[in-house]
Structures are given as C-alpha cells and as structure tokens.
C-alpha cells in the first residue's frame, strides 16, 4: 500500500465521522459494505472490498449506538479491515477475524472524541452567556472537527501503511491450523450478527414480512434484489395504509 493510498483511508474514515456528508455519515459512510468498496476502490480493488465490506455488514447488521456506549466502531473496521485484508491478500473470513477487534479498538476513538468534546460545549456556553454567538458558532464545529482529524487520520495512515506487513509477518509465523482457526472463527461471526437483527425481526407484527420474504427465496427462486423490490412495495403500501388510517 502506498502512502497516498494509506492517506486516503485515513481520510475516509474521518469524513465518515464527520459533518460534511450532511449526517448520512452514520447512516451511510460508517456501513462496512460501503466502506469495503470504498477502500477497495483506493486500493484499486473495488469489487474484492465490496465481498469484504458486505459481508463484515452482516456482523453488525444489530449495530446500535444508545446513550453513551458503543459496541463496536463499525467504519474503522470496514475502512481499516478491509484495506489490510486485500493488502495483505488474506480470505474473508480471516478478514472478518481481525475486523472485529478492530472495531473494538475503534471505542477508544469514540470515547476519546466524546469525553473531549464535553469540554468544549463549556466553553460554547461561556461564550454564549458573554454574548460572542458568533465566536460560539466557530467553537461548535471547529476545536470538534480538530480533534476529529488529529485522532483519526494519523493513527489510520500509520496502521493502513505498516499494518499491511504486520498481518503478513504473523499469518506467515502462525500455523495452517491456527489460520484455518481464524477463518472458522470468522466465518461463524456473520450468523452473531444475523441473530442480533433477529431479535428486532421476530415480533409478532413483523414476523409475517420475515416468513413473505424467506418464501420468496426458497420457493420462488427469487435473489435479493428481487425480495428487495418486493419490500419497498409493501412498505410503501403498509405506509400508505397506516398514513389513510391516521387521517
């Protein structure tokens, strides 16, 4: 991986934090199947990162952020682990092994950025009770933002740019055994977040859509984008009662 290439990961990954995709971030940016083919377009790989991204989205298809906890940072795990598996020309499975302490790592970046940034709302308040709103406006996103680029791009290039060779270093020093350990390991972690999703699924008003679209696929033969559409339709029509009824 070259430096600009490290770079713009770095980057990515802070942008995907950040204010200026108008807050689709979280919703958009953060998701491991688009930060795989992101990664992998910079890396010229665009299709093997989006196998990747994709199937690291299944483990965290449950992913929620309530209050203070975090259980996981999902886009430094999409970003960072994907670039280092099609760097370091490993499996997905093996990719999701290592995606998924990544993620964990990532918390120490969210509650870095969290406990920091309650100092600065003290001093938007103090500036507010001054009277300086338009220095307050400056002090909302700027010290924010600061803090955001210097903990995230640096320690993102520097693992994407060495991390690459680390990972090849110790799957070559481990055992066939050991690395066929991993890649079961990580197989099975895509189903975790399958289950966690289920949790939400498996009421008694929404069960029917999951039973609708497991027989679409079963029995019809039909792929996702084709139970996808089939969704959209009833959603939009379930909507539209709901929104009849309402009125």
């Known amino acids: ?6 770079l713009l990961i770095g980057i990515l990954y802070y942008i995907s934090d950040s204010p200026w995709p108008f807050g689709e971030g979280y919703y ?5 199947l688009v930060a795989g083919f992101l990664a992998g377009l910079v890396l010229g790989k665009p299709v093997e990162g989006t196998i990747i991204g994709a199937t690291m989205n299944l483990i965290y298809l449950g992913h929620i952020t309530v209050g203070g906890t975090m259980p ?3 886009a430094l795990a999409g970003y960072l ?3 280092l598996a099609l760097s370091s020309n490993i499996d997905v499975n093996q990719a999701l092994a290592i995606a ?4 964990i790592m ?3 970046v969210w509650h870095t950025k969290m406990s920091v940034n309650s100092v600065f709302c003290h001093w938007i308040d103090k500036e507010v009770a001054d009277g300086n709103i338009g220095k307050a406006e400056i002090l909302s996103w700027f010290p924010a933002q600061l803090l955001l ?3 995230k791009i640096p320690a993102i290039f520097i693992a ?11 799957l070559n020093m481990i055992s066939p055994t050991l690395q066929h350990g991993l890649s079961v390991a990580g197989g099975l972690l895509p189903a975790l977040g399958i289950a966690l999703n289920l949790r939400s699924i498996l009421k008694t008003s929404t069960l029917p859509y999951l039973v609708a679209g497991f027989a679409l696929v079963a029995y019809l033969k039909l792929d996702i984008i084709g139970v996808a559409v089939f969704g959209l339709v009833v959603a939009v029509i379930s909507q539209q009662n709901n929104s009849t009824k309402e009125a």
């Open 81 to 83: 682990g994907t670039a």
């Open 1 to 6: 991986m070259s430096i600009f290439q490290a």
């Open 160 to 170: 994407a740019y060495f991390g690459s060779s680390v990972v090849s270093n110790v």
């Open 100 to 103: 998924v302490p990544l993620g």
């Open 72 to 74: 996981g940072d999902m």
């Open 106 to 108: 990532g918390t120490v």
């Open 28 to 32: 958009v940016l953060q998701r491991p």
């Open 149 to 151: 680029v210097i903990i």
